[in-house]
């Protein structure tokens, strides 16, 4: 029904638009990012920031909790995409738009008995030392 509908639009000339975000006409808020946001966790379980792991790799890049966001991979889609800050994808590969340095490991779950992804963790952080240290607190 909805592509005979898109043909006859489309042969009257008619132009249509797609909404970017439907789900907040569908009663979803656009989450905000707080200022002093420096780190923005993506994850389909977001971790607390009171894990032992996120809190050693907290304090490797000098990021209090108070710095952290944590979202969902369906939550991304709600955040402004102007605002620029660091992001850590565990276990997702979902597409992350804020401009900055962007870490990806496997699931926290899989991070702790995974030596070789704590490592690659490692280079990550290593790779982005500019960004992550050089931050006007």
């Known amino acids: ?10 042969q009257m000339g008619i132009t249509q638009y797609k909404l970017r975000r439907p ?38 890049l000098a990021i209090t909790p108070q710095q952290v966001v944590s979202v969902t991979p369906d939550q991304l889609a ?7 800050c660091a992001s850590w994808r565990l276990g997702t ?8 340095p962007q870490l990806s490991t496997p699931p926290l779950e899989a991070l702790y008995f995974d030596a070789e992804a704590k490592r690659a963790l490692w280079r990550q952080i ?5 960004d992550f240290f050089t931050h006007s607190a």
């Open 23 to 60: 789900r907040a006409l569908q009663g979803e808020i656009a989450i905000t990012l707080p200022a002093e946001t420096r780190l923005l966790i993506v994850a389909d379980i977001p971790p607390t920031t009171g894990d032992p792991l996120v809190g050693d790799v907290l304090r490797a």
């Open 126 to 130: 290593c790779e982005y030392d500019v």
């Open 78 to 84: 709600m955040l402004p995409e102007d605002r620029s």
């Open 93 to 100: 590969e979902a597409l992350v738009t804020q401009q900055g």
């Open 1 to 10: 029904m909805s592509s005979r509908r898109d043909w006859l639009l489309q």
